[in-house]
């Protein structure tokens, strides 16, 4: 829930309160570190890892919204995540007509 309330302040016009800790002041500017958030143990089971079960529907569905800002957000967001994601969904696709693939992981 902090994460969802620290980055709704990005936009957001009053202060924030988290109780106990800190107030966020109306109109400061917050860098969100991506780096650590994608890599929080608290969220992610495995953090340092290539672990493509992290997107399971179960496992988003039992994370926190928020957790997850790979183009960040608000107005300094990415402009490309349109783009990206089609350049990404397409080469996938690409890649995956044109060879086969197969599970070698328990080898
Ligand atoms: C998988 C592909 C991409 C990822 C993961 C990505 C991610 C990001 C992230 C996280 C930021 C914010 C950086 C920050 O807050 O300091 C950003 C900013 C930016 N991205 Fe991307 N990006 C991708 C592709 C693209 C593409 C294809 C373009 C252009 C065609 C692009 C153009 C930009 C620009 C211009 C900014 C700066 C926006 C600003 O500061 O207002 N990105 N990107």
Known sequence: ???LNFLNAYFYP???????????PAGCTLY???H?????PKFWSHPNEFYP?????????????GCYFPFSA???GCPGKLYGTIVMKT?????LRKYK???RSEI
């Open 1 to 3: 829930m902090q994460i």
């Open 14 to 24: 009053k202060p924030i309160f988290f109780p106990g800790e800190y107030t966020l």
């Open 32 to 34: 969100i570190r991506l």
């Open 36 to 40: 650590c958030l994608h890599r929080n």
């Open 53 to 65: 079960d992290h997107f399971l529907s179960e496992a988003i569905a039992n994370r926190p919204k």
């Open 74 to 76: 608000g107005p300094r």
């Open 91 to 95: 080469l996938l696709s690409t890649l």
């Open 101 to 103: 693939f197969e599970d």
